[in-house]
Each structure stands twice: as C-alpha cells, then as structure tokens.
C-alpha cells in the first residue's frame, strides 16, 4: 500500500485513469484474475466507499448493536 501511495502520489484524490499506465512505466504489472473495474462501492478497512463518500460498513456497526 505504502508502494501504491508513493507511485500514485500525484494522482492521489483526482483520478485513477492513468492507472495502468502509470503501473507499466513504474514496471509494476497487476494480475487481472486479482482486479475488479467500476465497481459501485468497495469494502475497505471496516468502512465502504462508493460516489456518495465514505461511510462505516454497517455490518461493523451491526456487530457493535448485538
């Protein structure tokens, strides 16, 4: 993750369309089997992202609940 941030630093909050071409020339190559494009939202460290922002995952706050 540390790698990513530090080759992604200037495209950090304002797009990811280079993505792939920015891993080619840092000669980083993902593995398709591994990635999933234009998702509607991703789980991530307890919370979900999608367009709307970033909120808590609601099943950690469902365990909280219970």
């Known amino acids: 993750m540390d790698l990513m ?18 891993l080619r020339k840092e000669r980083l190559y993902a593995k ?13 460290l307890g919370h979900v992202i999608s367009r709307d922002g970033v909120v808590v995952d609601p099943v950690k706050i469902e365990a909280i609940k219970n």
């Open 5 to 22: 941030n530090r080759v992604f630093k200037l495209f950090l909050d304002e797009f990811v369309i280079l993505f792939l071409e920015t």
């Open 32 to 44: 398709f089997s591994k990635c999933d494009f234009w998702m509607r939202e991703v789980a991530f």
